[in-house]
């Protein structure tokens, strides 16, 4: 087994942060126990404001990035989300997705709202996020991409803050062959992202993993060895714990598979999957340094 010090460094990111009580409490536990190295905050949601709080306390002593999860879907908007909400609530994937790819989405409505939830973030926290990302991986989309990228150089210098890059090489997704068609969609749709980064010099992981279907039928411990292998060079795995509470089954459809991935991320298997694939969590700044492919 390699010195913690020969490991090599790999974001292991928590999405959800702020969602509901026992998926921000579940998360939080993850984080001080050493098991996550950063998490995405979905500010939109009633329990952030409760929630950053105590998980400021926590990274005190276990030292974590804490970073916007953009939420464009689903759930009410913070802002008036203009030609975007319908009745005070965002679009199901499923309807935002085609739009964004027919290039009909509301500039400003998308812009008013990703600067609400920025604002919402650094409200309760203090400071501007560590990192973007989308819920449901909006923030790849076409009318999405262009509005992050924009305000990020128009709030924060370039370096503050990082991005979530879902660009997958093929030849991984396939060697893994965990969600291959999700995997290969995904990855084809953050192209246009990854190209606006580099242009810009905003920095992103490089590898991304975590990508699967949530159905229980194999243990959830089984897919992670799958999404350990073939990482990128500076690679970012995505995970969904929590508990199940009244208000996650008031919010999202996901649910008891939060409860098996919560059980993995806590338990000895998974310290000894991250040892064998010779990775440890570590921060974005972690990452840095360490060359694209």
């Avoid at 702020?18 to 409490?25: C, E, Q, R, W, Y």
């Avoid at 709080?53 to 974590?64: D, M, N, Q, S």
């Avoid at 246009?192 to 990508?211: H, M, Q, V, Y």
């Avoid at 919010?251 to 000894?272: H, M, Q, V, W």
Wanted: overall charge positive.
């Amino acid at each position: 087994m390699a010195a913690p010090s020969r490991l090599r460094p790999i974001v292991i990111c928590a999405d959800d942060y702020g969602l509901a009580p026992g998926v921000s409490d579940a998360i939080a536990g993850l984080i001080a126990a050493g098991r996550l190295s950063a998490t995405s905050c979905m500010t939109a949601l009633p329990d952030w404001r409760r929630a950053a709080a105590p998980l400021r306390e926590i990274i005190v002593g276990a030292p974590a990035d804490v970073g916007l999860h953009l939420t464009l879907t689903d759930q009410a908007p913070l802002g008036r989300a203009r030609g975007l909400a319908v009745a005070g609530r965002l679009p199901p994937l499923g309807r935002l997705l085609p739009r964004a790819l027919a290039r009909g989405l509301p500039a400003e409505g998308v812009a008013d709202e990703l600067r609400a939830q920025l604002d919402a973030f650094e409200d309760a926290w203090g400071a501007p996020p560590d990192y973007v990302d989308g819920h449901q991986h909006v923030h790849v989309l076409p009318g999405v991409r262009e509005a992050l990228v924009a305000e990020l150089l128009r709030r924060y210098p370039v370096g503050r803050v990082w991005v979530r890059d879902c660009v997958e090489a093929p030849s991984r997704c396939l060697r893994r062959g965990e969600s291959v068609a999700k995997s290969l969609f995904i990855g084809a749709l953050g192209r246009g992202l990854r190209k606006r980064l580099r242009a810009t010099g905003i920095p992103a992981n490089d590898g991304f993993s975590g990508l699967h279907d949530f159905s229980a039928a194999r243990p959830f411990g089984d897919k992670m060895r799958r999404f350990l292998r073939a990482l990128g060079p500076r690679p970012l795995l995505h995970v969904h714990p929590g508990r199940v509470d009244a208000a996650l089954l008031a919010c999202d459809a996901l649910t008891t598979p939060r409860e098996a991935e919560l059980a993995y991320l806590a338990s000895d298997e998974f310290a000894g999957d991250l040892a064998a694939a010779g990775v440890r969590p570590a921060r974005f700044a972690g990452l840095a340094g360490t060359g694209h492919a």
